[in-house]
């Protein structure tokens, strides 16, 4: 059986939290669960990286060169399910690129980002976001993406729920989150940067992304690698293990854990797709 254990936040405040496994559920989760009031102060730090289109440093110019080379793979993946295109509605949109993307190639976007910061950027692009998911009523949509956002939602299930109502009959659920059986993860233990705590709430495997879903009728079609995603993790987590970036380390690691992933399918970060049941 799998240990409870402690993990720091080594983004913002430096507190410990721990993470409670659910044999059950075959994941964990962050304790002491912040209250909803309090959790937007652990997002207020220049270097959350997903609510910038900063390039004040190599770290930042890597990772938004590589988060333009992805948004061209993720509407690819869209269009698979979907060849006549559709709704689509991205949760967690940030700071809008994919949105914007998707817009220029005949897509009909909508957005939903809390942060005020984000949403001022996605505001430029000509994207008009809304803040909550409540704005949406009842509209539905045929694809609904959540790009490292499932984790961070204060009401689990009741946001995997929500996904179901809003969705169109053949319409299509893309998840992305990290995963804790990858390699990366065990090597770099309480100091692997996809924890996140206490922003990230949970922390998933497959087994746990496919007993959820079926909780609501939604089944799980395919999963997939996102590759870069054991690079920039392994870059963070040497930062947070030695208090510097060390590149030579975290390129090894990150070739190691997709190495390995290939063998078992364990990636550092996958996309889960899932659809009507």
Do not use: C
């Amino acid at each position: 059986m799998k240990k409870d254990f402690k993990v720091k936040d080594h983004s913002v405040t430096g507190e410990e939290f721990v993470l409670t496994y659910d044999e059950k559920l075959h994941m964990y989760y962050t304790m002491p669960k912040p209250t909803l009031g309090s959790l937007p102060s652990y997002y207020e730090s220049d270097d959350y990286i997903s609510h910038t289109d900063g390039k004040r440093s190599l770290f930042e110019i890597a990772y938004q060169t590589v988060k333009g080379i992805t948004l061209s793979r993720k509407r690819k993946l869209l269009k698979k399910y979907h060849p006549s295109l559709g709704r689509v509605l991205d949760i967690g949109a940030g700071t809008g690129d994919f949105l914007e993307h998707l817009s220029k190639h005949n897509w009909y976007t909508s957005g939903i980002e809390p942060s005020i910061k984000a949403k001022s950027l996605a505001q430029k692009k000509g994207l008009n976001l809304k803040s909550t998911i409540e704005e949406v009523g009842e509209e539905q949509f045929d694809v609904i993406t959540m790009w490292h956002v499932l984790e961070h939602v204060y009401d689990l299930q009741g946001q995997i729920d929500w996904l179901k109502t809003h969705l169109t009959t053949n319409g299509t659920v893309f998840i992305a989150v990290p995963n804790f059986e990858s390699y990366d993860a065990s090597h770099y233990k309480e100091f692997w940067a996809a924890y996140d705590v206490p922003r990230h709430l949970y922390h998933f495997s497959e087994q746990s992304i496919k007993m959820l879903f079926e909780l609501s009728d939604l089944k799980l079609v395919e999963v997939l690698p996102m590759k870069f995603d054991a690079f920039y993790v392994s870059l963070l987590s040497e930062k947070y293990t030695s208090g510097k970036m060390n590149y030579f380390k975290a390129l090894t690691t990150g070739l190691r854990s997709n190495k390995r992933a290939k063998a078992n399918g364990g990636y550092s970060s996958q996309i889960y797709v899932l659809k009507h049941a």
